[in-house]
């Protein structure tokens, strides 16, 4: 018997849209006034982690993370958060990644409910900002649970929101985090960007261009891990 879909819930950088170079200019910033020099290949550390998580990795990697109290690091945190905003307000329907709007359409054709799972409390903003709100029957960010990524936490809570079974849900992630997160919410995971880093995904596709309805509802009624 054919196992059917109730939702599929979606990451927001590097899924619905690219908002990571955004990010990482936004913490390039703060790290430079700490004294900290970042790059890109380890801002590749930070795609999918929390806020609060991001800066503590940054403040490791520059050897300064007894230097500041919680306080301190909140107020950094909000720092950077300010930024970020003024820096996302460029965002338009324009920069919807491919393949997308053909797949929202596609669920939406086929009545299968759409969630967002990101660890950006900005996520609503963003939405607004490429017009897409419309298309998302419940959103769960940062604000709404304890735990980040990869706990299951914000993958869990949108599929109730959703009020779908995980085992009957999909998640699309780029990072491994989302990815680890997905699995250990007892979903299948679909990762986009590179196989050798996204291998515990259950489907894996290089872009988003590739995301196919099709191919997702046919490597899902394949999967043996879910009945």
């Given at each position: 018997m054919s196992?059917?879909?109730q939702a599929?819930i979606?990451?927001?950088d590097?899924?619905?849209?690219?908002?990571?170079e955004?990010h990482?200019?936004a913490?390039?910033?703060l790290?430079?006034?700490?004294g900290?020099?970042?790059?890109?290949?380890?801002?590749e550390q930070?795609?999918?982690?929390?806020?609060?998580?991001s800066l503590?990795?940054?403040?490791?990697?520059?050897?300064?993370?007894?230097e500041?109290t919680?306080?301190?690091?909140?107020?950094?945190?909000?720092s950077?958060n300010?930024?970020?905003?003024t820096?996302i307000?460029?965002?338009t329907p324009?920069?919807?990644?491919?393949?997308?709007?053909?797949?929202?359409?596609?669920l939406?054709e086929?009545?299968?409910k759409?969630?967002?799972?990101?660890?950006?409390?900005n996520a609503?903003?963003?939405?607004?900002r490429l017009?897409?709100?419309?298309?998302?029957?419940?959103?769960?960010?940062?604000?709404?649970?304890?735990?980040?990524?990869?706990?299951p936490?914000?993958?869990?809570t949108?599929?109730?929101?959703?009020?779908?079974?995980p085992?009957?849900?999909?998640?699309?992630?780029?990072?491994?985090?989302?990815?680890?997160?997905?699995?250990?919410?007892?979903?299948?995971?679909?990762?986009?960007?590179?196989q050798?880093?996204?291998?515990?995904?259950d489907?894996?596709?290089s872009?988003?261009?590739?995301?196919?309805?099709t191919?997702?509802?046919a490597?899902?009624?394949?999967?043996?891990?879910?009945?």
């Open positions: 196992k059917k879909i599929v979606f990451d927001l590097g899924v619905i849209t690219d908002t990571a955004y990482y200019l913490w390039k910033e790290a430079a006034r700490l900290i020099s970042i790059d890109r290949e380890f801002n930070l795609k999918g982690v929390s806020r609060t998580d503590e990795k940054i403040l490791m990697h520059g050897g300064k993370e007894k500041f919680e306080e301190e690091k909140a107020e950094l945190a909000a950077k300010d930024h970020y905003k820096l307000k460029q965002i324009d920069d919807i990644l491919p393949g997308i709007r053909e797949l929202l359409q596609n939406k086929e009545q299968i759409i969630g967002l799972a990101s660890a950006s409390k609503p903003v963003i939405l607004e017009q897409l709100a419309s298309r998302f029957d419940a959103v769960a960010d940062a604000g709404a649970v304890k735990k980040g990524k990869p706990d936490e914000i993958f869990l949108a599929a109730a929101l959703l009020e779908a079974e085992r009957h849900c999909i998640g699309i992630e780029d990072a491994l985090a989302g990815v680890e997160a997905i699995k250990s919410a007892g979903m299948f995971a679909v990762g986009v960007g590179p050798d880093i996204l291998k515990e995904a489907m894996v596709v872009y988003t261009s590739e995301l196919s309805f191919d997702i509802l490597n899902y009624q394949q999967s043996g891990s879910m009945v």
